[in-house]
């Protein structure tokens, strides 16, 4: 029998211009393109894209949007906005979140984005990319914890990229330092990416 499909979602998690944000995402999606099984499809989704109002309002919060097992209606959030992102979340089956740190946490627009769904993150498990001075982990803890607090899935892993080259160029103008993946992959970054991509997979499978 033919494994069933299975879609991940490698999301982009910060705003800022200039930002080196999908300079990172593209690497970590090579990384883990050529290890993906047949069956599953992965898609970069740039939270950019999908501009959210600071928080969510309206009558009926997001944990109490429908029920679990139910999708949730079209149109729910009565925000054409938020409705844009819930449907495009509700197309995956697990994410890789690829987010900086800022001042010990996750960028404000990605809680932002986090805190305006429920029902599209129950269940699915989760990757994390983190990075910064430092590698971002406490970013990466952060989002751990709100992740369990939107019950969200398994945490399969958690990478740690430290941009120890061209600093001033990634933030100046958003750009990878010529030498930094390489520099990553002498570290083990990206073997503990496609680890973490195939336990990912494994729990997608309903394997582990």
């Known amino acids: 029998m033919a494994a069933k499909a ?22 970590v999606t090579s990384i883990i393109a050529p290890s993906a099984p047949s069956h599953a499809a ?39 906005q938020v409705d ?37 993150w129950l269940g699915k498990p989760v990757v994390i990319v983190s990075y910064g001075g430092r590698g971002g982990g406490k970013a990466a803890a952060a989002l751990k914890e709100i992740w369990a607090g939107v019950r969200g899935g398994e945490v399969a892993g958690a990478v740690e990229l430290p941009i120890t080259l061209g600093m001033d160029l990634a933030q100046s103008k958003g750009e990878l330092h010529e030498g930094q993946a390489a520099a990553w992959e002498k570290d083990g970054k990206a073997k503990g990416i496609e680890e973490a991509f195939t336990r990912l997979v494994t729990v997608l499978e309903g394997k582990a």
Do not use: M
């Open 84 to 120: 844009a992102w819930s449907e495009k979340i509700a197309e995956f089956n697990g994410f890789i979140f690829v987010t900086p740190q800022y001042n010990w946490s996750i960028p404000a627009v990605l809680k932002v984005s986090l805190d305006h769904l429920f029902f599209e």
């Open 6 to 27: 299975i879609k991940i979602a490698v999301i982009i998690s910060s705003t800022r211009k200039p930002r080196v944000g999908p300079s990172i995402t593209k690497w």
């Open 42 to 80: 992965i898609e970069t989704v740039d939270i950019a894209d999908y501009p959210l109002p600071l928080s969510p309002s309206g009558p009926v919060i997001p944990a109490k949007i429908t029920t679990p097992g139910v999708p949730v209606p079209k149109g729910a959030y009565g925000d054409a």
